[in-house]
């Protein structure tokens, strides 16, 4: 049987182990199974498959067109649904209209674009089910105090629920990788709009990750324009703040700020 040559340039890595790849796929579809699915890469169709059996709504994207030629020559009759384009690029969502769901082993090169993609779109992206890579993964996840808590884990954590569901060890992927791999889940929870201004919320949060090993008052000093003021929270380092707290300095900057 025709293969499908894994690609470094596309950081493919096609995971082998059918056990892992029926546990990643139930995770998603006990979420508003009715709901469209969207895979990003999906290489073999090692998820595919299962999503077939299933008889999910969906459709796949991927850059390789080597991949593409594979999964319509053996899935003829969903030849339509796999379409040789970048979930990235901005004319994504004229294919899929309404809520989505989002799954796949997604490529560590690109991984956490696609997750800033979803922000882009998380009045529409109900659920999504991912392969990252081990400390990615991680990050996402993570709680305030630690270190691996970061930019993504505060921007995702503001509107979804995440689950870090398991480890998958690198002798599962063809060529294994040099890293382990992890499989987290984010549900929306019903944060519809945070309690700030959302668009200086990231550049908040962005600003005083850029500068972690500071504390807060420095990290924001150049948002502010009375360079005097006081908060309690610029004692503190960005790790230590949750999602909560990074609002409420969202509400103090833009009250203080130069650009009003």
């Known amino acids: 049987m025709q293969t499908v040559k894994a690609k470094k340039h596309l950081g493919q890595h096609f995971l082998n182990d059918e056990t892992i790849a029926k546990s990643i796929v139930d995770a998603l579809i006990n979420e508003n199974s009715d709901t469209i699915i969207v895979e990003v890469g999906p290489g073999m169709g090692v998820l595919t498959k299962h999503l077939i059996k299933l008889n999910a709504n969906f459709i796949a994207f991927d850059v390789d067109e080597e991949s593409i030629i594979y999964l319509k020559q053996n899935y003829p009759e969903h030849s339509s649904k796999f379409l040789l384009q970048d979930f990235l690029s901005q004319n994504t969502t004229k294919h899929v209209s309404g809520k989505f769901n989002l799954i796949g082993n997604f490529p560590y090169n690109i991984s956490s674009q696609i997750m800033f993609k979803v922000l882009e779109n998380k009045n529409n992206i109900d659920c999504v089910v991912g392969m990252f890579q081990k400390e990615v993964a991680e990050r ?40 382990k791999s992890a499989v987290i889940k984010l549900i929306r929870n019903n944060t519809n709009k945070l309690n700030c201004n959302e668009e200086l919320f990231v550049k908040v949060v962005k600003a005083c990750f850029n500068q972690r090993r500071k504390m807060i008052r420095n990290s924001v000093q150049s948002l502010l324009q009375n360079k005097s003021i006081q908060h309690e929270l610029f004692t503190l380092r960005p790790e230590q703040l949750s999602v909560p707290q990074f609002v409420e300095l969202t509400n103090f900057v833009e009250q203080n700020t130069l650009n009003k």
């Open 140 to 179: 996402i996840a993570e709680k305030p105090g630690s270190k691996t808590y970061g930019i993504l884990s505060v921007l995702l954590q503001a509107y979804y629920n995440i689950e870090y569901l398991f480890t998958v060890n690198e002798n599962l992927f063809t060529p294994p990788p040099k890293v």
